[in-house]
């Protein structure tokens, strides 16, 4: 279209230069001026028409889908200066809508499918593993009622062991789910969680503000299990003395902190077993953000945000 109008222009320049009696070489001087303006002209307007587009494939560009919310800069509002960047505004909204709606939809559907499968382990090892153990003790049991005195100490020791490996089988079980979480609430189980650590050597304290009662399944079930791996964290790898947690809900959503005093770990260390990838995974499926603080013998702060909108 630039192209023809240009022509147009130099035709134009051509008939009037011929018609007003001009010299040859004067008609073509001016059929190049009209050309020169008109593809000027005609640049200047493309440009003032092409900036909001531009404009808006920048503020498009800047949109990180990784991150849980549509997060759209606000002048990305439905309303453009040309109808074409209204249109692609609207269309741009109603596809990261979608986006939204199927991460939502993809996330319930992915804790739904772990939990169910921790709770199939959890009978596994509660209903068959642990019925195992149960008639190997008998058996010890019975064994050691016949067995001559001098392998009484050998009998005991391994009784003893049995009994061990039943109760870390049983408190496996409880991890694998959470029947403290369905029973008793978020606050309960988180702060049971606290109190089990804080039957050793460290210091376990819980805060605690507001109602958790009414959020939502999915949400309850992510927050206890960052809990859960931020205090087993703190107590398998920190070294710490003292956790404090504070479990808050406000207007702006519910927020979960996990603070250690124990020795921290450089980032390029993060993933070597801490659980920090599966822990950030789990928040975006609910629309929350993990955010960890640490540095080599400064502790550990693991910070859970959800939104609102989100629980």
């Known amino acids: 279209m630039v192209v023809v109008n240009t022509v147009l222009l130099g035709a134009v320049a051509i008939v009037a230069g011929a018609v007003a009696g001009l010299e040859a070489g004067e008609v073509v001087v001016l059929a190049i001026l009209a050309v020169a303006a008109g593809a000027t002209g005609n640049v200047i307007l493309l440009r003032r028409r092409f900036v909001p587009l531009e404009d808006l494939i920048d503020e498009m560009e800047k949109v990180d889908l990784s991150r849980p919310g549509s997060l759209l800069p606000s002048s990305i509002d439905g309303v453009g200066e040309t109808e074409e960047v209204e249109r692609l505004e609207l269309a741009f909204l109603r596809m990261m809508r979608r986006l939204e709606a199927e991460r939502r939809r993809a996330g319930s559907a992915a804790l739904r499918a772990q939990e169910e499968e921790r709770a199939r382990v959890a009978r596994d090892l509660h209903d068959e593993v642990n019925q195992s153990l149960t008639g190997l003790l008998l058996r010890l049991e019975a064994a050691r009622a016949e067995a001559p005195p001098a392998l009484e100490p050998e009998l005991a020791e391994t009784k003893a062991l049995a009994n061990q490996a039943m109760r870390e ?6 991890q694998l789910r959470p029947t403290a979480l369905d029973d008793l609430g978020l606050a309960a189980a988180i702060a049971g969680l606290v109190d089990r650590l804080g039957e050793g050597e460290v210091e376990a304290t819980i805060a605690v503000d507001g109602d958790f009662s009414d959020l939502s399944d ?27 947690v504070a479990l808050r809900r406000g207007p702006e959503g519910v927020e979960l902190t996990v603070a250690d005093d124990g020795r921290g770990f450089a980032f390029a260390e993060s993933e070597r077993g801490l659980g ?12 929350g953000e993990l955010t960890i603080e640490s540095r080599p013998e400064a502790g550990t702060t693991v910070r859970l945000t959800v939104p609102a909108e989100s629980s």
Do not use: K, P, T, W
């Open 218 to 244: 999915d949400v309850q079930l992510v927050v206890y299990r960052v809990a859960q791996e931020a205090l087993s964290n703190a107590a398998r790898h920190s070294g710490a003395a003292r956790v404090r």
């Open 276 to 287: 920090i990838g599966g822990m950030r995974e789990r928040a975006l499926l609910v629309g």
């Open 169 to 174: 089988l049983l408190s496996l079980a409880r």
